[in-house]
């Protein structure tokens, strides 16, 4: 795909959100883009290999909870894999200091080659399992926004973010179209780890039957300290 029909359906796409790119953001999400398909010859980063699908389903996908998110925050992107939703955050929302968390340190490397090349400030990559990230005493409660995008069910999911959410804070969830069973089965465990959910919005992708939800997570109180559990239990054994 070209500059000018990627430019041409990244502003189509963003004028039915709200969101306007100026030149230098289009330019950077274009050399992301190509970023994303030379390395993925290499390293298994995204089966979506389509400009058009990669626009709508990693970019604009990435940037629908940019409403969420107030100015001149920081924000953690666990598991973010190639870069979503943390780096489409960052090019759009240069106020923001991102911390993208990995456990693979080819994606790692893939992101700093990103963060490099696209001059992007204030954005730092972290290789660790999430388990270790939410004890460490940098890290625990000390963001004010945690988000992931498509990493595990809901009650999981709760343990990875909500240890390092500041009090106050925000955890973002992205997830698919059906909510309400993953919602019940994981209130018992979002109210002992300190969270306490307040908001869920269901919403489609532009111009698509690609629906999604964001569930939002407020962290009322502290965390346990015994949480989360060693790395691999939470996925194993998810709190009831």
Same mark, same amino acid.
């Given at each position: 795909?070209?500059?000018?029909?990627?430019?041409?359906?990244?502003?189509?796409?963003?004028?039915?959100?709200?969101?306007?790119?100026?030149?230098?953001?289009?330019?950077?999400?274009?050399?992301?883009? %190509?970023? #994303?398909? $030379?390395?993925?010859? =290499?390293?298994? &980063?995204?089966? *979506?290999?389509?400009?058009?699908?990669? @626009?709508?389903?990693?970019?604009?996908?990435?940037?629908?909870?940019?409403?969420?998110?107030?100015?001149?925050?920081?924000?953690?992107?666990?598991?973010?894999?190639?870069?979503?939703?943390?780096?489409?955050?960052?090019?759009?929302?240069?106020?923001?200091?991102?911390?993208?968390?990995?456990?693979?340190?080819?994606?790692? %490397?893939? #992101?700093? $080659?990103?963060?490099? =090349?696209?001059? &992007?400030?204030? *954005?730092?990559?972290?290789?660790?399992? @999430?388990?270790?990230?939410?004890?460490?005493?940098?890290?625990?409660?000390?963001?004010?926004?945690?988000?992931?995008?498509?990493?595990?069910?809901?009650?999981?999911?709760?343990?990875?973010?909500?240890?390092?959410?500041?009090?106050?804070?925000?955890?973002?969830?992205?997830?698919?179209?059906?909510?309400?069973?993953?919602?019940?089965?994981?209130?018992?465990?979002?109210?002992?780890?300190?969270?306490?959910?307040?908001?869920?919005?269901?919403?489609?992708?532009?111009?698509?039957?690609?629906?999604?939800?964001?569930?939002?997570?407020?962290?009322?109180?502290?965390?346990?300290?015994?949480?989360?559990?060693?790395?691999?239990?939470?996925?194993?054994?998810?709190?009831?």
């Amino acid at each position: 795909m070209n500059i000018d029909n990627f430019r041409e359906l990244m502003c189509s796409y963003g004028k039915q959100m709200d969101i306007k790119f100026n030149d230098k953001q289009l330019s950077q999400f274009y050399e992301y883009m %190509n970023l #994303l398909l $030379e390395w993925n010859e =290499k390293i298994n &980063l995204t089966a *979506i290999i389509e400009p058009e699908e990669i @626009i709508l389903k990693h970019f604009i996908d990435s940037l629908t909870i940019n409403k969420y998110i107030e100015k001149n925050k920081s924000i953690a992107d666990v598991g973010t894999g190639a870069g979503f939703p943390g780096i489409p955050l960052k090019i759009y929302r240069p106020d923001l200091n991102v911390t993208l968390v990995d456990s693979l340190n080819k994606r790692i %490397n893939f #992101l700093n $080659e990103v963060i490099f =090349k696209l001059e &992007l400030k204030d *954005i730092n990559t972290v290789h660790s399992r @999430i388990e270790d990230f939410g004890k460490d005493k940098k890290y625990r409660e000390s963001f004010d926004y945690v988000t992931a995008r498509a990493v595990a069910n809901l009650t999981t999911l709760s343990e990875y973010l909500i240890p390092i959410s500041k009090v106050d804070g925000k955890c973002i969830c992205m997830k698919g179209n059906d909510v309400k069973e993953e919602i019940k089965d994981s209130e018992k465990a979002i109210n002992l780890l300190g969270g306490n959910i307040t908001k869920v919005d269901e919403f489609k992708l532009p111009n698509s039957d690609i629906y999604r939800n964001v569930i939002i997570i407020d962290k009322i109180k502290n965390t346990p300290s015994k949480y989360p559990r060693k790395a691999g239990i939470p996925s194993k054994e998810p709190l009831k």
